[in-house]
């Protein structure tokens, strides 16, 4: 089956300016996850959704970053008023209900806050 | 907080063996996982360790000691293609909230 896909692949943008990051999660994972990733770094966790729910938003790293999750599938992440520093790739990943330990990760949105 | 260490990178020549090592700080710790990326792909899962020990999945294997806050991830038969950055990564909770290193460039060389 299709496995994690994200939209747009690439996003431009001009400081100050909203945008929208989309994920498609593998069909029927229960649990997703947004994370970001800045040049040659590691990934960091921004929110996890179980179902429709966000248990822990505690990677978010302003009030400028939000994601919500329907259907208990599609999420969006929106940032708004973006700032340089919010320049990264930004990468979702999905679990299975069966499985703890492995998430299965989309090929991410490169954002450039120019 | 949590924090992880780990090399920033490696150089090895095809054929050979690796290892790349991984300790941690953390609280609620649930296992460790290892995870690999191709420049400009997506991460993707090798391992998991929740228990000390040794796991072995083909040409990889993964190994933690609770007791020593430390793992590593070993590669054996080098080939090119696994030229990649690799990542160690703490599962803590029930939600499986990952908490990655900052990764580990692997070159591999003929």
């Known amino acids: 089956g299709a496995g994690v896909s994200q939209s747009p692949s690439n996003k431009v943008t001009e400081k100050g300016k909203d945008v929208e990051l989309r994920c498609d999660p593998i069909?029927?994972?229960?649990?997703l996850y947004w994370y970001r990733q800045r040049l040659g770094q590691g990934l960091e966790f921004l929110i996890y959704?179980?179902?429709?729910?966000?248990?822990?938003k505690s990677g978010l790293p302003s009030d400028r970053f939000s994601a919500e999750r329907t259907g208990e599938s599609v999420s969006t992440l929106t940032i708004q008023r973006t700032q340089q520093e919010d320049s990264a790739v930004y990468l979702c990943?999905?679990?299975?209900?069966?499985?703890?330990?492995?998430?299965?990760f989309g090929p991410g949105t490169r954002l450039t806050v120019l | 907080g949590q924090s992880l260490e780990q090399p920033s990178e490696v150089t090895a020549v095809e054929g050979a063996i690796v290892q790349i090592n991984c300790t941690y700080q953390?609280?609620?710790?649930?296992?460790l996982s290892w995870y690999q990326q191709h420049d400009g792909g997506a991460p993707t899962f090798l391992s998991y360790n929740a228990l000390d020990g040794l796991e072995e999945t083909g040409r990889f294997s993964s190994f933690l000691s609770r007791s020593d806050s430390y793992g590593y991830l070993l590669l054996q038969e080098l080939q090119m293609k696994d030229s990649a950055s690799y990542f160690c990564a703490v599962h803590t909770g029930t939600a499986s909230k990952l908490t990655f290193g900052t990764g580990t460039r692997l070159q591999v060389t003929l």
């Open positions: 953390t609280s609620g710790f649930y296992g």
């Open positions: 959704f179980q179902g429709n729910s966000a248990p822990d």
């Open positions: 069909s029927g994972h229960t649990a």
């Open positions: 990943a999905s679990r299975g209900q069966g499985s703890y330990n492995e998430q299965f």
